[in-house]
């Protein structure tokens, strides 16, 4: 089994910080690409970013400037640096990951149970 755990959701105001982290768990050897998505009550979950075992790195054109994804691997841990945060910004930040297990075998587009984000005054 494979458990991928999010931290560090909260209520920041706009213009503030947060960074989230993704710890993943389990039967896992190394994770692959690594992915942060958010949900938006009422819309569709959107990338926000997503990070390779390598380190490329692809944001969404809404959070380019603002948001710097990086990962550990020796930890198998991804996180989400968010800066300069905005009312819109707000929802709540799953992680996605492809993984390689133990024993054989990869297991693509594992979710965690996702963390909330809410920016407001």
């Known amino acids: 089994q494979v458990q991928l755990v999010e931290s560090g959701g909260g209520l920041v105001q706009p213009g503030g910080s947060l960074r989230l982290s993704c710890a993943a768990s389990g039967h896992v050897v190394k994770s692959y690409t690594m992915r942060w998505h958010r949900q938006v009550p009422g819309k569709e979950r959107e990338l926000v970013a997503d990070?390779?075992?390598?380190?490329?790195?692809n944001y969404a054109d809404s959070v380019k400037g603002r948001f710097t994804i990086s990962r550990d691997n020796a930890k198998n841990t991804m996180y989400l640096q968010m800066n300069s945060l905005r009312s819109e910004d707000t929802g709540v930040y799953y992680c996605?990951?492809?993984?390689?297990?133990?024993?054989?075998?990869?297991?693509?587009?594992?979710w965690g149970q996702g963390t909330l984000v809410t920016v407001s005054s």
């Open positions: 996605n990951a492809d993984v390689l297990l133990i024993g054989g075998g990869v297991s693509l587009g594992v």
């Open positions: 990070i390779t075992s390598g380190g490329l790195t």
